[in-house]
Antibody, heavy 117, light 110 residues
Framework: DVQLVESGGGLVQPGGSLRLSCAVS????????MTWVRQAPGRGLECVAK????????FYVDSVKGRFTISRDNAKNSLSLHLNSLRVEDTAVYYC??????????WGQGTLVTVSS | QSALTQPPSASGSPGQSVTISCTGT?????????VSWYQQHPGKAPKLMIF???KRPSGVPDRFSGSKSANTASLTVSGLQAEDEADYYC??????????FGGGTKLTVL
């Protein structure tokens, strides 16, 4: 069975940093684009960052460029998202997803990031 | 890229059909056949219900169907059931490796 399990969320002060991880199993991880999607409380969905199967190129929404870094370790079936210079508006549930031809076919359960003083 | 436009709410009685619209532009919905729909129950992760406009993943009931005309995509839920009550989000490829979402529609089963 396909499984995506996120970890690393928590409470952090504005300006702080956090590292989210996603452990993947049940499919050939190195064959797929992977995308982090976030959902602010009571709000809609937003693609935050995406990485190519070989890890060679990454894409970011404008609001996180220069602050967030997505990476992957295909040998360990692991996806990461480093969040720096966090802002209150980054508060959200962050989902690890598998992307297949522009649709997100598998989602993790999500991990909550709360940015507050 | 701007978000896709969805009605904030929709409703129907059990057994009825309801259609949710998703309006974009020729750069996203109208320009590609990469429209997908997601169902999200409260406190849960979204679930893929429709991809590439009208294809259903394995396990999704055929009561769910998708279509597209020009810049507007639609999700139709036929034979409404209580468990269909959820938030529904559309998504589309928008060029330059970008995926955008609609604002979501809360479907209420009366």
């Amino acid at each position: 069975d396909v499984q995506l399990v996120e970890s690393g969320g928590g409470l952090v002060q504005p300006g702080g940093s956090l590292r989210l991880s996603c452990a993947v199993s049940g499919f050939t991880f190195s064959n797929y684009y992977m995308t982090w999607v976030r959902q602010a409380p009571g709000r809609g969905l937003e693609c935050v960052a995406k990485i190519r199967p070989d890890g060679g190129q990454a894409f970011y929404v404008d609001s996180v460029k220069g602050r967030f870094t997505i990476s992957r370790d295909n040998a360990k079936n692991s996806l990461s998202l480093h969040l720096n210079s966090l802002r209150v508006e980054d508060t959200a549930v962050y989902y690890c997803t598998r992307e297949d031809w522009w649709h997100l076919d598998w989602w993790g359960q999500g991990t909550l990031v709360t940015v507050s003083s | 890229q701007s978000a896709l436009t969805q009605p904030p709410s929709a409703s129907g009685s059990p057994g009825q059909s309801v259609t949710i619209s998703c309006t974009g532009t020729s750069s996203d919905v109208g320009g590609h056949n990469y429209v997908s729909w997601y169902q999200q129950h409260p406190g849960k992760a979204p679930k893929l219900m429709i991809f590439e406009v009208n294809k259903r993943p394995s396990g999704v009931p055929d009561r769910f169907s998708g279509s597209k005309s020009a810049n507007t995509a639609s999700l139709t839920v036929s034979g409404l059931q209580a468990e269909d009550e959820a938030d529904y989000y559309c998504s589309s490829y928008a060029g330059r490796d970008t995926l955008i979402f609609g604002g979501g529609t809360k479907l209420t089963v009366l």
